[in-house]
């Protein structure tokens, strides 16, 4: 983990759990400054494991370019907090002077002040989690939330001095008309974010969602409505002066994509502190406890919160890499594949490439293999037949 640029940090606190997210979260807010210490106390810890070239004033070390707070709802923390949590990573880590250092907001989390001190920490990212600006939807789906109150966070983001905002918006709820989803990007347009980041609502298993479904409460949409509006969103989006780079992410021209996210998508390592963080150092992938008590009894005894991790065999390496980049714009470059796993990507995967490109489903062009927006609407198809022939 120790020749990771980016780090991540879980603030596992949440108001109230939205009726579709199965992350883990804690409403129990008064954890908040013992877990802290914990975190504290876990940051150091994998400092020290990675030894002194981890600290400021030694070198030559890995520079960190990438700090990004998710959850849960990092802005429960106070500001004060945020800023600790950011002193502790440049106290123990080398962090670039331009490192993109994101936050996770929640609107009717927030308010003006909050965001001015925020910038003053050294975050220069934020990605708000409006979802959507229908009210009756926002209800649907138990957000904290009114759609004025998610406008209003932009708005203040803005004023703060924030130009790197991403916002995060969900389609596919049930009865969501095609008019009212574009309705939602239009609003989103309108207030010029850098970022957006669609998700399509999947039912996860657990979730008050999943259990409403159960119980015949609603019929979610079926595939090729979820197809349609993820077409129409990259198409919309496409022609509003966005980039279409990953299958959830759009970004306003080539510097506004998450340099920290990239990075998953090109399967290099990263460090995750926080109970359920994964890290993942090239070749091992460990993830921490899902509790926030077991995660705070360990580092209180000094030990790591490792719940458990896997070697990672060049098989899984080779079917992640081609999951994570055909999720990808520019797709799987040729050379890197056969740079990394000693093999030629055209030969192993003849058969299943002449499949998909005769059914026009993706390209390969200047030594790039990548799905084009139809072969994206089978991407877990397409990605589970490369797994069952590489596993
Ligand atoms: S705010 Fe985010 S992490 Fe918390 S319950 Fe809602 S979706 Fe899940």
Request: negative net charge; glycine residues 8%; aromatic residues 10%.
């Amino acid at each position: 983990m120790c020749n990771s640029q980016s780090i991540y940090i879980h603030i596992p606190f949440c108001l109230r759990k939205c009726a579709y997210c199965d992350f883990y979260s804690e409403t129990r807010l008064s954890l908040i400054s013992d877990y802290l210490k914990a975190l504290e106390q876990e940051i150091d810890l994998r400092a020290q494991l990675c030894g002194s070239s981890a600290l400021p004033s030694h070198g030559p070390a890995p520079i960190i370019d990438t700090v990004y707070l998710g959850g849960g709802t990092p802005s429960l923390l106070g500001v004060t907090q945020i800023g600790q949590v950011l002193q502790t990573v440049r106290d123990n880590f080398r962090v670039s002077p331009d490192a993109e250092i994101t936050v996770e907001i929640n609107p009717g989390t927030v308010d003006s002040d909050y965001l001015t001190g925020l910038k003053g920490t050294g975050v220069n990212r934020l990605s708000i989690g409006a979802q959507s600006f229908d009210d009756a939807k926002l209800a649907f789906l138990n957000r904290i939330h009114t759609a004025d109150e998610a406008l209003k966070t932009i708005d203040r983001a803005e004023t703060a001095g924030f130009e790197n905002i991403s916002l995060d918006l969900i389609y596919g709820v049930p009865g969501e008309t095609r008019a009212a989803w574009i309705k939602d990007l239009e609003k989103a347009l309108d207030r010029k974010p850098s970022h957006i980041s669609a998700y399509m609502l999947t039912l996860e298993p657990g979730t008050p969602l999943a259990d409403q479904v159960k119980q015949g409460d609603f019929i979610p949409f079926g595939n090729d409505m979820m197809s349609l509006l993820f077409k129409m969103t990259s198409r919309y989006l496409t022609q509003n002066g966005f980039e279409h780079y990953e299958i959830s992410n759009f970004a306003r021209g080539g510097a506004n994509r998450s340099r920290h996210n990239s990075r998953y998508w090109d399967l290099t390592s990263y460090l995750g502190f926080g109970p359920g963080a994964h890290s993942y150092d090239g070749a091992v992938r460990s993830w921490n406890h899902r509790s926030i008590d077991g995660y705070i009894t360990d580092l209180s005894s000094g030990r790591l919160p490792v719940a458990d991790q896997e070697t990672l065999t060049l098989e899984q390496k080779m079917a992640e890499f081609i999951m994570l980049r055909l999720r990808t714009l520019e797709g799987l470059d040729l050379d890197k594949f056969q740079d990394r796993f000693q093999l030629q990507f055209e030969k192993k995967f003849e058969i299943i490439l002449s499949r998909i490109l005769g059914e026009d489903l993706g390209s390969i062009e200047n030594g790039r293999f990548f799905l084009n927006l139809e072969g994206r609407t089978f991407l877990n198809g397409i990605v589970e037949t490369f797994s069952a022939e590489i596993l």
